[in-house]
């Protein structure tokens, strides 16, 4: 080439001897190229030092290279809860091997769910993964309406028609309390997460279905409601122990609230284990440095997130059906029962 002017899908394609569809096929991982015909424009492209312009492509292709992460939580809880970093580096690990930009998008209020929904309508974004998905979020149905691809994490109900990807949530919790079970403790109290979302009572399930499979009764007044951060487990186990000074153990759907309820067994002089076992759920790196370290049920955030940017990926970009997974968990037993 003479001068500074930038080559060309033209130039590439001259340079090929291929025709400019046939560039633009092998630019975008077609499978409708010869190996000949991609392996003579993959060298003009090296010879010629061709970068795709993604803007044209995206005329070609009707797509944008970008997707959106919505989190419809604050920032605090964003910076608090390793469950949302994890999930992060997962998705963002697959994106990148695509060249596929990230949007992180946080839906506080109502302004900012104005402006999700003009970045839809305009098809600023290719798709959606959307996380912290309630059972009343209209979130959800707005993109299905729009026929925008979309993954969740987690699911509104069983009847969930959007493609997700979950953790074995009613299993985990099961597993954790059949193994407070097997210890011998008879009072086992739980603090689930919040109702209006299917990982909280898919987890209040699990709860049930253990002392439902050892033929011990499940006592209901030894159930409290959280919200899955470390003050939320603090106060449901102070009102546990207002209600059941007897209980001698508690699984917290959650290690944050695991680790507020250990403060407050701390705080009132209960040992962990001696006088109460405590089992969490997911294996963040808290569980690891808790004081006793937590017992917990290992659900893989990170591959949580890698599957949810794969099937979005998919559905992007090669027109796949809809995909729902469920990813398995496992117990991780530790000192703290």
């Keep these: 080439m003479t001068g500074n002017r930038r080559p060309t ?9 291929v025709g400019r569809t046939t560039v633009s096929r092998v630019v975008n991982g077609s499978d409708l190229v010869s190996a000949d015909a991609r392996a003579r424009v993959l060298a003009a492209i090296k010879e010629l030092n061709y970068v795709p312009n993604s803007v044209a492509r995206g005329l070609v292709t009707n797509r944008t290279d ?61 798709g959606v993964l959307l996380v912290s998905v309630h059972s009343e979020d209209r979130l959800p149905g707005m993109l299905e309406e729009m026929g925008l691809p979309t993954v969740l994490a987690g699911r509104r109900d069983a009847g969930e028609r959007l493609s997700y990807v979950n953790s074995d949530n009613v299993g985990g919790a099961a597993a954790a309390v059949r193994h407070l079970l097997e210890g011998g403790r008879r009072r086992i109290a739980t603090v689930s997460g919040p109702l209006d979302m299917d990982v909280g009572r898919s ?35 102070r009102l546990l122990l207002e209600r059941a000074p007897d209980l001698d153990a508690v699984f917290a759907a959650s290690d944050l609230m695991a680790v507020g309820a250990l403060a407050e067994l701390r705080r009132r002089g209960r040992r962990v284990p001696g006088d109460v076992a405590v089992v969490g759920f997911e294996d963040s790196v808290l569980a690891r440095h808790t004081d006793p370290p937590l017992t917990t049920v290992r659900q893989p955030v990170e591959e949580l997130g890698r599957t949810m940017a794969r099937i979005l990926t998919d559905i992007t970009r090669h027109g796949a059906p809809r995909q729902q997974v469920t990813l398995p968990t496992e117990l991780v037993v530790r000192e703290s029962s």
């Design 9 to 17: 899908i033209k130039t590439v394609a001259a340079r090929a001897g």
């Design 66 to 126: 970008a997707v959106a992460l919505v989190i419809p939580e604050s920032e605090s809880r964003l910076g608090s809860e390793p469950f949302f970093a994890a999930l992060i580096r997962g998705v963002s690990g697959v994106l990148a091997e695509s060249r596929t930009q990230l949007q992180l998008m946080l839906v506080r209020d109502q302004a900012e769910r104005d402006q999700l929904t003009a970045s839809v309508a305009t098809r600023r974004v290719d």
């Design 203 to 237: 987890r209040l399930a699990g709860w049930r279905s253990a002392h439902e499979e050892a033929e011990v009764p499940a006592d209901e007044l030894l159930v409290e409601t959280g919200d899955f951060t470390e003050e939320g487990g603090r106060r449901a186990m």
